[in-house]
């Protein structure tokens, strides 16, 4: 019985070992479509609107079985119309306007990734990624169609990111279904929101390259 | 795997190329004619509107078209003149003549350029005894007198202007005084259909224009 338990445990143990060795090295690209969901001052003062227009990705190498460092990259589109109301220009001047705010975000950002069950034949496979480098960041604030301000440049960003793999196949699967919900923080420094807080959800395909 | 990379590289072009295509960077794109206009209101703060009772208005529009001045009076703009006279006299003034020494001169303008380029409206009150001749006001010789500044604008629509002037105190101040400014920019200005809720807009965010 002992040589059994020995045996199973051996196996197990070299199983373990040739996965991860073998995903070390392994080169993983994932993309998707993700929702922006404004928060705090972003939210309360900028675009209230959830932005159902973008995208995230990264580009990862694995360095073991759990762990796995890459380049982040996306884009968010975000647009909030509100509608027309009196401004002061200056204590004797004031303008009605209906005023239009549009903020697109691209970050590119170096990424951490843990995956406690790659390698495994587990079919959900969670993971968790945190992320920080640079996002850039067009910013149009609109008085009617006139534009009345607009910033655009790098700025610091962060991320966090937490969601499930949901590999097709048990075996040997070289693409899987991915979900997840990230929190992303961008310093902007405009007037009215000092940042750009977002929670992004998102879902795409996960595929194995190398 | 290289079945992979392709179907890989696939998603992505088309999840990019889906994005960008619904992109709203085209924000102002979608606005009506209306929400593009904008009405800017100024006001000189040492005049108490109510110190005037009667007005005229200018029995023409001048169109300034490329620096160029012309004196017209299309529909649209007897719409125009109408809306400014109706709220004028909502607001408690009198109209009379311009031959009966009203308190206050009402000058529309509508300023139109054909390119694309940058106005300086500064030019527009430099120019303005080339628009308007005094002596129509009974105020031959006097020189007019603006205390706005409306910076440096890029023009590429029409922009109605609407002056009015102080004509009690001409003769005191030795000059006419251009005391309000309502200034309308964006698309679809000169229509006469939308004539009167555009001037109503301008008066609405001027509540100190009242004889009373």
Redesign the interface.
């Known amino acids: 019985m002992k040589k059994y338990i020995i045996a199973i445990i051996a196996l197990f143990c070299i199983t373990s070992t040739s996965t991860v060795m073998a995903q070390r090295g392994l080169v993983k690209l994932n993309a998707g479509y993700n929702v922006g969901l404004p928060l705090g001052n972003f939210n309360s003062n900028y675009v209230s609107n959830a932005s159902p227009r973008g995208f995230m990705g990264d580009l990862s190498l694995g360095l073991n079985n759990k762990y796995s460092v890459g380049i982040g990259f996306g884009f968010q589109d975000f647009y909030q119309k509100y509608p027309r109301a009196v401004y002061d220009l200056a204590p004797n001047q004031q303008i009605s306007a209906v005023l239009s705010n549009s903020i697109q975000v691209v970050p590119v950002l170096a990424k951490f990734t843990y995956t406690p069950f790659l390698g495994t034949t587990k079919l959900i496979q969670p993971y968790a990624s945190v992320g920080a480098g640079i996002s850039f960041v067009t910013y149009n604030q609109y008085l009617g169609e006139f534009s009345s301000d607009n910033t655009s440049g790098g700025k610091f960003s962060a991320m966090a990111d937490a969601g499930i793999d949901l590999p097709f196949s048990r075996y040997n699967s070289n693409v899987a279904a991915k979900i997840g919900v990230s929190y992303n923080y961008t310093k902007f420094g405009m007037s009215d929101a000092a940042n750009i807080n977002m929670v992004g959800i998102h879902a795409g395909l996960a595929f194995q390259l190398h | 795997?290289k079945q992979?990379?392709k179907?890989?590289f696939s998603?992505?072009a088309l999840?990019?190329l889906g994005?960008v295509s619904?992109?709203?960077?085209s924000?102002?794109n979608?606005?009506s004619n209306a929400?593009?206009?904008?009405?800017?209101?100024?006001?000189?703060?040492t005049v108490n509107f109510s110190n005037y009772k009667t007005f005229s208005i200018n029995d023409s529009v001048t169109v300034i078209n490329n620096g160029q001045s012309s004196k017209s009076l299309t529909p649209t703009g007897q719409a125009f003149i109408d809306a400014i006279s109706k709220y004028m006299q909502q607001a408690g003034y009198t109209l009379v003549s311009n031959t009966s020494n009203p308190d206050l001169g009402i000058n529309v303008t509508y300023i139109n350029t054909t390119t694309t380029g940058i106005i300086d409206y500064t030019d527009y009150y430099d120019l303005y005894s080339g628009y308007y001749d005094p002596t129509f006001w009974g105020y031959g010789g006097y020189g007019y007198y603006s205390p706005?500044i409306y910076g440096v604008?890029q023009i590429n629509?029409g922009a109605l202007s609407i002056d009015m002037l102080d004509l009690k105190n001409a003769a005191a101040n030795g000059k006419i005084k251009i005391i309000w400014n309502g200034l309308i920019?964006?698309?679809g200005i000169a229509d006469a259909t939308t004539a009167d809720s555009q001037v109503q807009?301008l008066f609405s965010?001027?509540p100190y224009i009242k004889a009373n």
Request: hydrophobic fraction near 35%.
């Open positions: 795997m992979t990379k179907w890989a998603f992505i999840l990019v994005l619904c992109t709203k960077n924000a102002v979608n606005l929400d593009t206009r904008i009405y800017i209101t100024q006001r000189d703060s706005y604008y629509s920019r964006g698309e807009a965010q001027s």
